[in-house]
């Protein structure tokens, strides 16, 4: 079983920056996209921002220009670093990957995700 473990998340100061970071570990052949999305309460989960295996990335429109995703294959993590952050962004993180599992098709994997709150 392939696990997503994220961190990074926490309290900050609106402008102030934060990096989350999420790491793949388990059994699989590859892992094609990797991405962050969020979830504030009782509301739904929105992509924040992916990252394909060529490092091709899109954002959402809320975060682009503050926000970085970036991925190091060789340590299978993916980062979001967070800069120029808004009360609007505090929600609840989570890491995404869409992985080929060892003798399996591939499919999605959910990190247990990481609180972000921004204090104005």
């Known amino acids: 079983q392939v696990q997503l473990v994220e961190s990074g998340g926490g309290l900050v100061q609106a402008g102030g920056s934060l990096r989350l970071s999420c790491a793949a570990s388990?059994?699989?052949?590859?892992?094609?996209?990797m991405g962050w999305y969020r979830q504030a309460p009782g509301k739904q989960r929105d992509l924040v921002a992916r990252i394909g295996n060529g490092h091709t990335t899109n954002y959402a429109d809320s975060v682009k220009g503050r926000f970085t995703i970036s991925r190091d294959n060789a340590k299978n993590t993916v980062y979001l670093q967070m800069n120029s952050l808004k009360p609007e962004d505090t929600a609840d993180y989570y890491c995404y990957a869409y992985i080929i599992s060892t003798g399996w098709a591939g499919k999605d994997y959910w990190g247990q995700g990481t609180q972000v709150t921004v204090s104005s």
């Open positions: 388990g059994s699989f052949f590859t892992i094609n996209v």
